[in-house]
T-cell receptor
């Protein structure tokens, strides 16, 4: 069966510091991978998605970037964090099924607080 | 705009009773998928149920079922025999192949009263 991991679970960082959040998927090959952000009490905002190694699509212009160095690894980064980067970050995966991408499954998330 | 609307910010139900959460959406596509996700206090998003738009039969997963009205673009979730563990934020979402995105509603916070 497939599992998705995210770490760290919780992170407190000062403004201006760098960021690296990691997401890995087990039990599947060539998944589509996604990064979402959820502000407190709000819905999910898609930040990046990737359909393969080195292929990243950005949805929102921002202070963040994403990379996919391996098939089942997806990294969210920032060179200098802003206060507005605080939130709950969720990674998700899906597999291409039939004529369209299928159900997305989410990781446990990372709670980021920027002070 | 491709939107998903959940008009009930909060709902409450008595344990063992039935509750229905509403969702409407806007799309110009004929082929798409609809989902309900549950987000408990741990904040992990858990898939509850999914519906393919081309299927007329409403999806069912144990105590969870949907009422899919394609012409009305409505996709409500019914929870039967509500349990304390059902208390969570519930998000409706739509995926369309043309947009390659999962669009979420703003969520409904469900409280289950003992």
């Amino acid at each position: 069966s497939q599992t998705i991991h995210q770490w760290p679970a919780t992170l407190v960082q000062p403004v201006g510091s760098p960021l690296s959040l990691e997401c890995t998927v087990e039990g599947t090959s060539n998944p589509n991978l996604y990064w979402y952000r959820q502000a407190a009490g709000r819905g999910l905002q898609l930040l990046f998605y990737s359909v393969g190694i080195g292929q990243i699509s950005s949805e929102v212009p921002q202070n963040l970037s994403a990379s996919r160095p391996q098939d089942r690894q997806f990294i969210l980064s920032s060179k200098k964090l802003l206060l507005s980067d605080s939130g709950f970050y969720l990674c998700a995966w899906s597999i291409f099924s039939g004529g369209s991408t299928d159900t997305q499954y989410f990781g446990p998330g990372t709670r980021l607080t920027v002070l | 705009a491709q939107t998903v609307t959940q008009s009930q910010p909060e709902m409450s139900v008595q344990e063992a009773e039935t509750v229905t959460l509403s969702c409407t959406y806007d799309t110009s596509e004929s082929d798409y998928y609809l989902f309900w996700y549950k987000q408990p206090p741990s904040r992990q998003m858990i898939l509850v149920i999914r519906q393919e738009a081309y299927k007329q039969q409403n999806a069912t997963e144990n105590r969870f079922s949907v009422n899919f009205q394609k012409a009305a673009k409505s996709f409500s979730l019914k929870i039967s025999d509500s349990q304390l563990g059902d208390a969570a934020m519930y998000f409706c979402a739509r995926y369309g192949g043309a947009t390659n995105k999962l669009i979420f509603g703003t969520g409904t916070l469900l409280a289950v009263q003992p």
